[in-house]
């Protein structure tokens, strides 16, 4: 069966640190890989996406980038984090328009 | 502005009660979901609709798609504390899920 897994599950980092989040899934290729970041407990917000290694869309300019150098890993980073990077930042694989989500990683830019 | 539009925003009702939440959108979706999220984990799929004017049923909830699928309701009978929680819908555009801003859920006990 197919797993995802994010870490870390708590970060603390000051303001001008750079941030690099990892996800991989398990037990399926080649799938669509997605970051969302999620502010409050309120909808998610869909920041990146990639349906394949290299490839990556961008849907909201900001101070992030995302790469994919393996087919089951998808990466999130930043050169200088923000206070407004703050947020509970999500994983997600795609399957037939239906999304399973890692546990999800609370970032506290201080 | 959100694509897909969830209301009520919050609700707090006593245990037994029942209610329902929306979600609406101008656009057409070829599917929608419903997931369910508690605090500091990832949403989980409830369940999935595709066809226009299609009724799932979970146990005690109970989905509905729009006949134009554009809109979708979710409602659950004799709510529990244990439903508490955040409910989002989604819909897929091209390879993009997109989800709704969420209704916050608080069942009493």
């Known amino acids: 069966s197919q797993t995802i897994h994010q870490w870390p599950a708590t970060l603390v980092q000051p303001v001008g640190s750079p941030l690099s989040l990892e996800c991989t899934v398990e037990?399926?290729?080649?799938?669509?890989l997605y970051w969302y970041r999620q502010a409050a407990g309120r909808g998610l917000q869909l920041l990146f996406y990639?349906?394949?290694?290299?490839?990556i869309s961008s849907e909201v300019p900001q101070n992030l980038s995302a790469s994919r150098p393996q087919d089951r890993q998808f990466i999130l980073s930043s050169k200088k984090l923000l206070l407004s990077d703050s947020g509970f930042y999500l994983c997600?694989?795609?399957?037939?328009?239906?999304?399973?989500f890692g546990q999800g990683t609370r970032l506290t830019v201080v | 502005t959100q694509l897909l539009e969830q209301s009520p925003q919050f609700l707090s009702i006593q245990e037994g009660e029942n209610l329902t939440v929306y979600c609406n959108s101008s656009?057409?979706?070829?599917?929608l979901q419903w997931y369910r999220q508690e605090p500091g984990e990832g949403p989980v799929l409830l369940v999935t609709?595709?066809?226009?004017?299609e009724v799932k049923k979970l146990k005690r909830l109970t989905f509905q798609f729009g006949d134009a699928r554009k809109d979708s309701s979710l409602h659950i009978t004799a709510a529990q504390p244990g439903d508490t929680g955040l409910y989002l819908c989604?819909?897929?555009?091209?390879?993009?899920?997109?989800f709704g801003a969420g209704t916050i859920l608080r069942v009493k006990s």
């Open positions: 997600a694989w795609m399957e037939n328009t239906e999304a399973f």
């Open positions: 037990g399926t290729s080649n799938p669509n």
């Open positions: 990639s349906v394949g290694i290299g490839q």
């Open positions: 656009s057409v979706f070829s599917s």
């Open positions: 609709v595709v066809t226009g004017g």
């Open positions: 989604a819909g897929a555009l091209g390879n993009k899920l997109v």
